[in-house]
């Protein structure tokens, strides 16, 4: 089946640690999405890339960073330098301007 | 600075109910309006909207959009409880990207 795969699920983060979270896409789609959820917020986008080896900062990116080596993978890096990264994240992809965005099942990290 | 306001944040019926939820925004060179339905995990695509006037169905679940006003309408007839979720609104700009900018979504409670 086409679709979005996040993993993992749920991931805990000790202090100082950096963690990765995968995004894995099959619908051969050329823009990839990072967003991040909290509670009363509302999706904020965190980076973005719409081609390989290319990607963009979004409106809240610091502390994250992407790398974009394959068109089906756009990998997030938590780095200890994001101080409050316990949330929601969602990895979304898209087909093109005129189409909607369709999402993973995403990943709630936590701080232990 | 763009923004999207949705209304109310919250909103708790009986099944059977018709409910109606707001998205109003602020956006430099709108391009489209999208809907989402958010219940556990990843948000799954409802309704894009482009243009002023014309009114989107699927099933129980229609959209329309106002782009003189700069607000669109979501509404859901004969709730049931599998209604129950956050809906969320988001803008795509046009310039080149398919950024989206996400309202902080309605709650919605549908009770037996």
């Known amino acids: 089946d086409g679709g979005i795969t996040q993993s993992p699920k749920y991931l805990f983060r000790k202090e100082g640690q950096n963690v990765t979270l995968s995004c894995e896409q099959n619908?051969?789609?050329?823009?990839m999405y990072w967003y991040r959820q909290d509670p009363g917020q509302g999706l904020r986008l965190i980076y973005y890339s719409q081609i390989v080896n290319d990607f963009q900062k979004g409106d809240i990116a610091e502390g994250y960073s992407v790398s974009r080596e394959k068109k089906e993978s756009f990998p997030l890096t938590v780095t200890s330098a994001q101080k409050n990264p316990t949330a929601f994240y969602l990895c979304a992809s898209s087909g093109g301007l005129h189409q909607p965005q369709h999402f993973g099942d995403g990943t709630r990290l936590s701080i232990l | 600075e763009d923004k999207v306001v949705q209304s109310p944040l919250s909103l708790v019926v009986h099944e059977g109910d018709t409910v109606t939820l707001n998205c109003s925004y602020e956006v430099t060179n709108f391009r489209s309006l999208l809907w989402y339905k958010q219940e556990k995990k990843a948000p799954t695509f409802l309704f894009m909207l482009t243009s002023s006037g014309i009114e989107k169905k699927s099933g129980r679940l229609s959209s329309i959009l106002d782009k003189k006003e700069l607000f669109s309408i979501l509404n859901i007839t004969a709730t049931q409880t599998g209604d129950s979720a956050v809906y969320l609104c988001?803008?795509?700009?046009?310039?080149?990207?398919?950024?989206?900018?996400f309202g902080k979504g309605t709650k919605l409670t549908v009770n037996p």
């Open positions: 988001a803008v795509q700009r046009q310039g080149g990207s398919e950024k989206l900018v």
């Open positions: 619908l051969n789609h050329d823009a």
